[in-house]
């Protein structure tokens, strides 16, 4: 049986580098990281062991608490490890997130793991370099001032025959030092005070290093979560009711008793699962269960129009008001014309390709999970306060899931395989299927936003109102909120959920008397339904942009503006945002008129439109180039133009990659992606009742990079989400006239706009 | 459970089980090969492609039963990290994924493509993949990678 461990270690030995024990819990008390471990502790941040080990090959192993979730973020740490420590990027391991193993660098999410995990690995491969530069100084007689790094071998200015490599020096060996670190998660400030490396000396990163994990992706050798093979492990599914957790009233197991190889039935409070000796026997056992549910206590609502009026109408939790300046009942009251609109953005899925996968091992007071969580640590808690365990003695190993997008922050599956193994005593994988992924993940809220504006006899923007009503996300592991299983076996949870993100309501924009609100509507059930709330890429912005920016190109059209010479207007300090709009215009061949487009005469009609955003200080300007058929109301994206500003940046070619998805996915999102329902439930339960993009539909796509080495590295991919269909709604409009105030921007809703106009 | 004889990847094998799995679960679990991946079961997504008697079919509704003594590859049959097949090496070039899930459709479809149409245009690179999903969103490099592997420029 081959399992991760085992080519992990081969891995390891074949590379000479240190071997490390994946498989002995608690760890055994190895070389390096795991000796700063006591038993049922954790690596101490301070330690500078914790974070690296140099062997004697000179190999570095990273012992990186953030995850690669599929965008090739472990290659771009791992270039920044091999920058500051001046080593050949071939010589960097970085290791899978093992909680016994790794320190708590917060969850892998919101594209930020550069910009805050980036500087923890820096700060540690700095201080790693200045030790090994004092151990050399000591080894060759030299005052540190006079040594200089190249590939892990120091050397004596002027004298380059004396040399000591990082592996001579150190390999094998513990540093046992000490550094500061302070904060926890994403806020750790690890050795501060250590200088790092000039940017103006960087050579590796800046750098397109082919993604390292990619050859084994292509050939089936690498192991994903959902690979994942342990000694004696049997297989699980859930039954999940098709509405909200009610409790199974009646369990009849006599039709999957028939079925060779079932070895329990478990039902914990509403909880129901199956385990199996066998996957077949798993999906065919919990299909034949039958079971009748009791009557839900609360109902899903009706269609998307009983929503949006309930967001409409219900008083907030909280307003998240991110901008209140000036004076703005005064302003609109002066202005000279007055402009208003509502815009509607609907529950979508992030629609994973593997569905949900996760092993876990339950003994009598200890458990381990391999799974593709975004945060392991959150994991261990929920799955800790789940079965009753100390945190400490619940394992975390990650191993890489299908891409996520936000959803593996919710780690349900491992809760269910959780209570499975515990039931049997054995260790259970559990894998969803396709409709318990589209119907039970967490989706991405509907949102509702109302905008305002006012501008004066000049046409200037004196006024700029903007609120977007919308829900809390209430399904993450590990943060006072509970996951399925947890509800399902009766814990409540402690909060009332997080914020879906606050950016794209307008303020990248500066107006005299503007304010820009998120309001946070209770979500309407008190147990969880499938219309339950999570994480979506760049949570919530892709709506306020598109709201935001159809709205002043709204104000725009109506004063007859060139939409790029009317935004510029309101840039007036923000020179990134300027270059941003400059750079993907110019690319895109932008002509300055204002929109519409003259009508045209064929069948189809020509259209062009822009966008910007701000999330997170990455900074994108969008333009969409779009054809719509007049007879079909079909929208056809011709062309995708987009520059993207995050500062420094790691890796050209990577980050280009995630623009590319953030961008097609995108477009999926604002073309195609609703989530249907009805009273009784969720209609959109696999890939023809929720479609996404298709080879054929997808555009040209191209991409400015804006490199500042002066500044901190951002987050990128992500950050270019947030435009996509702002500047695709604008581009319909200026090909034909009709602006659409919903999405997804269907041919019936095209249709319909152009039989109005 | 009947014991069917299972021609995979150039090897025969005789595996136990249920004749009414589908082909999927016995690569994966009985013959440990990772390379195909359930996605949806349903057909829809391509992940669990492999290809049968020369044609790129979907694992995940195929009956084991039904895959008896006829010719599979998989994933794994194509090439190695040591020796990669030059689609798999057109995919790395390209750097054409991200998770990699649905990656596996991918090359097994180009796979089948290009052996009946060694030199296919854009559009029916498109049009073979058009059944094949992918939501990372790394569809214009996998268009590149499966027309770099078939000789042509990208």
Avoid at chain 1, 228 to 240: D, E, K, Y
Avoid at chain 1, 596 to 611: L, N
Avoid at chain 1, 684 to 692: E, G, N, Q, R, T
């Amino acid at each position: 049986m081959k399992t991760m461990e085992f080519t992990r270690r081969q891995f390891l030995k074949g590379t000479g580098a240190l071997i490390v024990s994946f498989n002995l819990f608690p760890p055994a008390s190895d070389l390096f990281a795991q000796a700063t471990v006591g038993p049922g502790s954790e690596p101490d941040p301070t330690s500078l062991d914790s974070w690296l080990a140099i062997a004697q090959d000179g190999t570095v192993t990273v012992f990186s608490g953030k995850v690669d979730l599929g965008t090739g973020v472990e290659t771009a740490l791992a270039q920044i490890v091999a920058e500051e420590l001046d080593v050949p990027f071939k010589q960097i391991k970085m290791i899978g997130l093992d909680t016994t193993k790794a320190i708590d660098q917060g969850i892998t999410a919101g594209s930020r793991t550069i910009e805050r995990g980036g500087p923890q690995l820096r700060q540690a491969a700095a201080a790693a370099r200045q030790e090994l530069f004092k151990l050399a100084s000591a080894r060759l007689n030299a005052p540190v001032d006079t040594l200089a790094v190249k590939d892990g071998v120091v050397s004596v200015a002027g004298n380059p025959a004396k040399k000591v490599s990082y592996g001579e020096l150190i390999g094998g060996k513990q540093f046992n030092v000490k550094i500061t670190a302070t904060g926890t998660g994403w806020d750790m400030k690890v050795a501060p005070e250590v200088k790092a490396k000039d940017v103006k000396d960087y050579k590796v990163v800046g750098t397109s290093q082919k993604r390292v994990e990619l050859p084994a992706k292509l050939t089936g050798e690498f192991t994903y979560a959902h690979d994942v093979r342990i000694p004696g492990m049997l297989h699980g599914r859930v039954v999940r009711p098709p509405t909200i957790t009610s409790k199974p009233a009646s369990v009849d197991e006599s039709t999957a008793k028939n079925i060779p190889g079932l070895v329990k039935v478990v039902q914990e409070g509403s909880f129901l699962g199956i385990v199996c000796e066998t996957e077949w026997a798993a999906i065919k056992a919990a299909r034949a269960l039958r079971v009748s549910w009791s009557e839900p206590t609360t109902k899903m609502p009706a269609d998307a129009e009983a929503v949006f009026a309930y967001i409409k109408n219900t008083k907030s939790l909280r307003d998240q008001v991110t901008v209140n300046k000036g004076n703005l009942d005064t302003a609109l009251g002066q202005a000279s014309k007055t402009y208003k609109a509502t815009y509607r953005w609907p529950f979508q899925l992030h629609g994973m390709m593997g569905p949900s996968c996760a092993v876990a091992d339950v003994g009598k007071d200890r458990a381990t999970l391999y799974t593709g969580t975004q945060g392991s640590f959150d994991t261990r808690k929920a799955v800790a306060e789940l079965l009753g365990f100390p945190e400490k003695n619940v394992r975390v190993l990650y191993r890489e899931s299908s891409g996520s997008y936000g959803r593996m922050g919710a780690d349900d599956v491992s809760e269910d395989a959780a209570l499975l193994s515990r039931a049997v005593g054995k260790p259970v994988r559990v894998q969803w299927m396709r409709d318990d992924e589209h119907g039970w993940e967490p989706k991405g809220p509907a949102q509702l936003d109302l905008a305002r504006a006012g501008v004066d006899a000049q046409g200037r923007i004196i006024a700029w109102d903007f609120a977007d009503r919308g829900f809390p996300l209430t399904a993450a592991s590990g943060r006072g909120l509970r996951l399925l299983a947890s509800r399902q076996i009766g814990m409540k949870p402690t909060a009332d959920g997080n914020s879906n993100g606050t950016a794209g309501g307008g303020e990248i924009y500066a107006f005299e008397n503007q304010r820009c609100a998120a309001p946070l509507v209770p979500w309407v059930q008190t147990d969880e339904t499938p219309l339950r709330t999570g994480y979506l890429r760049a949570p919530g912005d892709m709506a306020r942009c598109f709201a935001s920016e159809s709205f002043i190109d709204e104000i725009a059209a109506d004063l007859r503006a060139d939409p790029v010479q009317f935004r510029l207007r309101y840039l007036s300090n923000n020179q990134r945002a300027i270059d941003a709009l400059i750079a993907a215009t110019k690319q895109a061949g932008w002509q300055e008129r204002p929109s519409p487009a003259p009508a045209s005469t064929g069948p189809k009609a020509m259209g062009r439109g822009v966008a910007i955003s701000n999330r997170a200080n990455t900074i994108c300007g969008a333009v969409a180039d779009v054809e719509v058929d007049k007879a079909t109301g079909n929208v056809t994206v011709k062309r995708f133009t987009l520059s993207h500003d995050c500062g420094l940046i790691i890796n050209p070619d990577g980050l280009k990659n995630q623009i590319e998805g953030n961008i097609i996915q995108s477009m999926s999102r604002a073309l195609l992606e609703e989530v249907k329902f009805d009273g009784t439930g969720i209609k959109s339960l696999d890939w023809s009742s929720y479609p996404i993009i298709r080879f054929p539909d997808v555009p040209e796509i191209e991409i400015v990079l804006i490199n500042r080495p002066e500044m901190p590295a951002l987050g990128g991919g992500e950050p270019s989400s947030a435009p996509i269909a702002a500047a695709i709604a604008n581009a319909i409009f200026d090909a034909t006239g009709v602006r659409l105030r919903e999405a997804p921007f269907t041919p019936e809703r095209v249709l319909a706009g152009l039989k109005k106009a | 459970m009947a014991r069917i004889s299972l021609k995979v990847n150039g090897k025969t094998q005789v595996v136990d089980v249920d004749p009414e799995t589908p082909l999927l679960y016995v690569l994966r679990n009985d013959l440990q090969l990772n390379g195909p991946k359930f996605g949806c079961g349903l057909a829809q997504c391509g992940a669990c492609t492999v290809i049968m008697s020369g044609n790129a079919i979907r694992s995940c509704v195929t009956l084991v039963s039904a895959a008896q003594n006829q010719p599979v590859t998989t994933l794994e049959g194509l090439g190695s990290t040591k020796k990669m097949h030059k689609i798999q090496q057109a995919f790395v070039d390209e750097q054409a994924l991200q998770c990699g899930y649905c990656i596996n459709g991918m090359i097994m479809t180009s796979k089948a493509l290009l052996d009946k149409n060694p030199k296919p245009t854009d559009s029916q690179i498109k049009e073979a993949l058009a059944g094949n999903l992918c939501r990372c969103g790394t569809h214009t490099r996998i268009l590149r990678a499966v027309k770099r592997a078939s000789g042509q420029k990208v």
